[in-house]
């Protein structure tokens, strides 16, 4: 049965020589079950026509519609003229900003800026603006004996932790210091230039 | 007789005349939109194809030699073009989320075979020609629906008239499996 399937549809589809086809034309006529299987696959294939009716107004709107995408394609707008052209010349400068970075001296002139700051400041300068905060003098501090009264006296973001205030405070030291304040800037300046001529540093 | 009208409307097109491309759209749009449709199996996807065949035959006709018939030549590209609408869709198909049916859904609202009986006599044969590779289905729809010799076949579609007989052989089996399964 399968054998005959497929002798017919090898006949259908002519792919049987001139020797083969008049064979089994010859079995077709002498089958009654060749014969009507033959014939129900012919009505099987011609039953299966595909429809062509349909909404002809498709059909007369499609002329009208090619005609309409023919002239935007002729005509593109500027913006889809130059698409590629402006997203090229765009990628090429973000390239090109990459690779060669525009010089600036931001740093070089931050660096010098700050470096003229530090050497034309001068110490009574820094002194007054820097240090004119500490409420404490030196000698107040030695004077209190307990390391937690001192610990009140220093600036909350000294932490000193387990070690002793007082340890580190040598009275001759804060009394030299402390003394500083008496001379006046015409003196101050006689002992530095004498220092200066003893090279001391 | 045909072709001779087809040389003189080229002819004319090729001179100037752009009313003759709108005999071309007229003789050939509705073979175009079925072969398609056939191949494609939806109405979408055919506009699609039938729209693209169109303009590409206005941008390469000034390029047609008339080493074949014009309606050979409309016929090759309708059916390299359905062949890629059909790939174009299997990838698409590949990396959708959404189901099936609510594309079917979507397709058939848009339709333009408004009889219902014809409609659901489309739906079935599409399932069944869905299931057959696309060159097989290119070449039995172009014996059983178009018509076509194996020789005509073969200017468009290129191949040899053995290995059309062949796909016509496993297409056309193909086809009755399918049937008798649905039965």
Redesign the interface.
């Known amino acids: 049965m399968k054998r005959n399937n497929?002798q017919i549809?090898?006949y259908?589809?002519?792919?049987m020589n001139e020797t083969e086809k008049a064979e089994f034309e010859t079995l077709a006529q002498s089958s009654v079950e060749i014969r009507n299987t033959l014939t129900s696959?012919k009505d099987?294939?011609f039953s299966?026509?595909?429809?062509?009716?349909?909404?002809d107004r498709?059909?007369v709107n499609?002329?009208p519609?090619?005609r309409e995408?023919?002239e935007k394609?002729k005509n593109p707008s500027v913006l889809k003229k130059f698409y590629y052209f402006t997203s090229t010349v765009s990628a090429g400068i973000v390239a090109l900003l990459f690779l060669f970075k525009p010089v600036t001296n931001f740093d070089q002139n931050y660096k010098q800026l700050a470096s003229e700051v530090a050497q034309n400041i001068s110490d009574q300068e820094v002194s007054q603006k820097y240090f004119a905060d500490l409420e404490t003098d030196p000698l107040s501090l030695l004077s209190h004996e307990e390391d937690e009264d001192i610990n009140t006296l220093l600036p909350s973001e000294i932490d000193l932790g387990d070690i002793s205030a007082s340890n580190l405070l040598k009275e001759s030291v804060v009394d030299e210091y402390s003394g500083i304040h008496n001379f006046s800037d015409n003196e101050l300046e006689k002992i530095a230039n004498s220092l200066n001529s003893l090279n001391v540093k | 007789m045909e072709q001779e009208n087809d040389f003189d409307v080229v002819k004319r097109f090729l001179n100037g005349d752009e009313t003759a491309f709108n005999l071309i759209v007229r003789k050939y749009q509705k073979k175009i939109y079925w072969h398609a449709r056939q191949m494609v199996g939806n109405h979408l996807d055919a506009d699609e194809v039938t729209q693209e065949v169109l303009i590409v035959i206005y941008k390469k006709l000034r390029t047609f030699n008339f080493g074949s018939s014009l309606y050979t030549w409309i016929y090759r590209i309708v059916s390299t073009r359905s062949l890629n609408q059909i790939r174009k869709r299997q990838i698409k198909k590949f990396f959708s989320i959404d189901d099936d049916e609510s594309q079917i859904e979507i397709i058939d609202e848009k339709d333009i075979v408004e009889d219902i009986s014809n409609r659901e006599r489309l739906a079935r044969l599409n399932k069944i020609l869905e299931k057959i590779p696309a060159k097989q289905r290119q070449v039995f729809i172009f014996r059983n629906f178009e018509q076509l010799s194996y020789d005509e076949i073969s200017k468009i579609t290129g191949k040899s008239v053995g290995g059309l007989k062949a796909n016509y052989f496993h297409a056309l089996k193909k086809v009755l499996e399918l049937t008798n399964e649905k039965e």
């Open positions: 497929d549809l090898k259908l589809a002519d792919m696959v099987y294939i299966i026509q595909y429809p062509t009716e349909a909404d498709y059909f499609l002329l519609k090619i995408r023919l394609q």
